[in-house]
């Protein structure tokens, strides 16, 4: 990450791309019933955080370590996902003229009706590279924790998601924008500068290399009912974690045109701590800007930006104050707030069930029906 000037939003792409997506919000029953990712994200031997705590630098063993944990954890725990790697390489300021390779992680679950290029997306991103220098640099909060977060994520709502499917297909439904929504997870790569100074050649690789394929592939002409002409425009929302994973975080909200969805993850952060289904105290809320949004102020450099600056709708995820242990030795598994890992890890999770309107499926316990309509 580093700080630059933002491209201006203009007010017309705000109209325009102010979305009309609407959903039953969890009740309260489905939020109680979300798992804590408990002792899987424990950094010291947890199944989903500890094997990412190595230097995961691109073109070392560390990246291929990472690499194949996250295949393993998808193909053992999660088979229905389709998964697949975009490959990209290039020149570093520190490779010699050699090029690096970077390979982005792409899983994806989609409605068992869709064509290729039919489906809508929620799109989970963290970088899993992690700095060349200071040698040794594990990187945490950077994006290690964020990383297993969306493991853990894709975990409770593959469920719901294959019982929705399975209802929808049994009814024969699906074939609009509503019901062909899926989700996809990027665990993208190259995110960190290797020069001592950032810049928009030596940063962002992979996301650049994605963005770039994505946006010049075409879909099927059958996906063009939609409009999804490029793999790009499947894309509902870009939410973006990165930095999570110490204590007392304060997100503000970054852009216009997705203020409505930091409301929507502000106020499952509100209900999880009303309901106290979640661990930390922090000071304030972890989401706790919600009165306005950040707009012209100076805006963070991040893998959003070769997608926001085609046109994608993106969250950004991010504390306004960087962590203290950024991009120093101390960012490692010892320096994490654990119980801030794992509401975090919660509250993605419940956002992500309420966009994909898992209500749907979701069985009201006997009762407490009644309190349905007030939830
Ligand atoms: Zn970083």
Known sequence: ????????????????????????????????????????IDWRN????????????????????????????????????????QNSSSRTPVSGGAELPFANFIAKREPPWVKPGQANLLTLVAHYD????????????????????????????????????????ALDEGGTVEMDMG????????????????????????????????????NPASAKFYNYRTPLNQISLFLLLDLLGAANPSIPSYFPTTHWAYLALSNIEA???????????????????????????????DDHLPFISKGVDVLHVIPRDFPSVWHTLDDDGAHLDMSTVRDWGKI?????????DMMEVWDEPEGTRQQKRWS
């Open 1 to 40: 990450m580093f700080f630059s000037l933002p491209p201006s939003i203009s007010l017309l792409s705000f109209l325009l791309l102010h979305p009309t997506h609407a959903y039953k919000p969890l009740s309260n029953t489905f939020l109680r019933a979300i798992p804590s990712p408990g002792a899987d």
């Open 348 to 356: 993605v999770a419940a956002f992500a069930l309420e966009w994909l």
């Open 271 to 301: 209900r999880m701590r009303s309901l106290d289904l979640l661990e930390s105290s922090p000071a304030q809320s972890f989401l706790s800007d919600g009165n306005g949004t950040v707009g012209a102020h100076a805006q963070i450099s």
């Open 46 to 85: 947890g199944s989903l955080l500890a094997p990412l705590l190595v230097p995961r630098v691109p073109g070392t063993p560390g990246q291929a370590t990472a690499q194949h944990h996250f295949v393993n954890y998808f193909q053992t725990e999660l088979p229905n996902w389709s998964l697949e790697w």
């Open 183 to 218: 989700v996809q997870i990027l665990f993208l790569d190259g995110e960190e500068a290797f020069g001592e100074e950032w810049n928009d050649e030596d940063s962002l690789y992979g996301a650049r290399a994605l963005a770039q394929q994505w946006s010049t592939s075409k």
């Open 130 to 169: 992690s700095k060349y220098q200071p040698e040794g640099f594990i990187g945490a909060i950077d994006s290690a924790a964020p990383c297993a977060m969306l493991m853990y994520v894709a975990r409770v709502v593959d469920a719901y998601v294959q019982r929705m499917y399975d209802e929808m297909q």
